[in-house]
């Protein structure tokens, strides 16, 4: 016989739940949750009070556990946001979706549980696929033939307050959930297609906060390089690198180098991701002309010491942001370029004026993100010659041993859980500054850098430690570290 339980609404609403023979009471706990909880279980219980977060903590460990257990598990998700003024149908009170709300709560549940940055939703001919992105790979979820994809994505598009009669136009939204005390910020785009509509959900864990430098993959030099960077009274400091290697996050913790007490910091983002305590963030509106340029100039009359603008798009913001910097801030952003070297390039073909990068760049980040090999199942073994040809070029030492995925249970059998950052950190000096002024080639400018460690080569030590595989670094990086 299963243990008593209550509704998931019931508990959440009233701050009640029980656990074996524990009744847990949250600080609302209302005194009808406390006669039905006795009603429910039968027997005599045990009190226990808890604070708003562990009463969040606890539903979220009970009902998501018995979810596990359950084909038709209690839904632990539930909308911050309730319904927009005017709506005239909500799938929430319609008895036939009931099934479809339960698969579009589970469907969020995994991925949040799986720390998925994405979570696909795409229909075919033949049905639903349902797929999500995990250190930065996709994985299968489902592939259905009985699933009413159009009933799914009318749901989602209730929850994010889309208009689910349009199906010919793409159309962009947002979902506000919580999980067992974690703000879970879901950005939704649906772009039509010829079997319907496809859905893609980018997931942002808001109770994340600021990372740590150490925690980013930084080697002790790098580390003390950025910093060094962060600690300097004006100029940009740019993070570079292709979508997902984790550009965003670099530039969040970089904030932390900040001194909030003694400065005052500043962001226009697109999105804002984390909510960072102390710092004034604001969000990119295209719609109303609110864009990274115009947000930039309206920042500068707030008096800042400290700018960031999530991304340099376009010349305006580039020449904005220069002129910040000229001007006496510290201005961090990020920029897609594939090197170091080449965000100077990039620079210019946004139409900067080569003396306004001399005279404001301080330092470029190009990083990526590689996967960490699982240790429950990581497998060591000699390089072989070809292996360890691949360190030499590098100016490496050969490592004795180097490791493999293999894959077990601990990591869904992937061989890798969760990933670190590999970086090329470039400060720039009077060799490198003389060399922008004069327009130099990119060519040119790695010549002016001199001999310094690439991406490969950080990559590579990252595999001397066994952090990461060589099948791994060549996935991400290629075979030159471009």
């Known amino acids: 016989m299963s243990a008593p339980r209550l509704p998931f609404a019931f508990a959440r609403d009233n701050q009640v739940a029980l ?90 549940r995994q991925a949040v549980r799986a720390q998925a940055s994405d979570l696909h939703l795409e229909p075919h001919e033949d049905g639903l696929r349902a797929r999500m992105r995990v250190d930065g790979t996709m994985q299968s979820v489902f592939d259905r033939r009985d699933v009413p994809a159009r009933r799914v994505v009318s749901r989602l598009k209730v929850m994010s307050g889309l208009d689910i009669a349009e199906t010919r136009l793409p159309q962009d939204g947002r979902i506000a959930l919580r999980l067992g005390g974690r703000a879970i910020d879901v950005r939704l785009s649906t772009l039509p297609g010829h079997h319907g509509e496809r859905v893609v959900m980018r997931l942002l864990d808001r109770s994340a906060g600021l990372m740590a430098l150490d925690r980013l993959g930084l ?46 910091i500043l962001t226009v983002e697109d999105p804002v991701e984390y909510d960072l305590a102390g710092i004034s963030q604001t969000q990119v509106n295209p719609e109303i002309g609110l864009s990274f ?3 930039l100039r309206s920042i500068l009359r707030q008096d800042p010491d400290v700018i960031l603008v999530g991304e340099i798009r376009d010349g305006e913001t580039a020449q904005v942001a220069s002129e910040a910097a000229l001007t006496g801030h510290l201005v961090f952003s990020s920029l897609h370029a594939n090197t170091a070297l080449g965000a100077i390039v990039r620079l210019r073909e946004l139409g900067v004026e080569g003396y306004l990068i001399a005279a404001t760049l301080r330092g470029v980040v190009a990083q990526r993100l590689v996967r960490r090999l699982c240790t429950s199942c990581a497998k060591f073994a000699a390089p072989s010659p070809q292996e360890a040809a691949q360190f030499t070029a590098q100016a490496l030492p050969v490592p004795a041993q180097i490791a493999t995925a293999h894959g077990c249970e601990a990591c869904d059998s992937t061989g890798f859980a969760g990933r670190i950052g590999v970086f090329d950190i470039l400060e720039i000096d009077e060799a490198l500054k003389h060399a922008i002024d004069t327009d130099a080639s990119e060519v040119e400018l790695r010549r002016a850098a001199g001999e310094r460690p690439s991406l490969m080569a950080s990559a590579l030590s990252r595999a001397a430690l066994g952090e990461t595989s060589l099948a791994e670094i060549r996935r991400v990086l290629g075979e030159t570290g471009t």
């Open 293 to 295: 340029a115009r947000g």
């Open 19 to 108: 656990d074996g023979a524990v009744v847990l009471i949250g600080p609302d706990a209302t005194m009808n949750g406390l006669r039905e909880a006795r009603r429910a279980a039968g027997m005599p219980l045990t009190p226990e009070t808890l604070n708003a977060d562990a009463f969040q903590a606890a539903l979220a460990r009970l009902y998501d556990a018995a979810g596990e257990r359950d084909s038709s598990p209690e839904v632990a998700f539930d909308l911050e946001e309730t319904a927009r003024v005017g709506s005239t149908r909500d799938l929430l009170d319609d008895p036939e979706d009931a099934p479809v709300i339960k698969l579009v709560n589970q469907l969020l």
């Open 219 to 264: 080697s002790e030099a790098d580390a003390e390089r950025l910093n060094r960077l962060a600690g300097l009274p004006n100029g940009i400091i740019l993070s570079t690198g292709p979508t997902g290697s984790g550009k965003t996050t670099t530039l969040y913790s970089l904030l932390r180098l900040a001194d909030r007490h003694e400065r005052t």
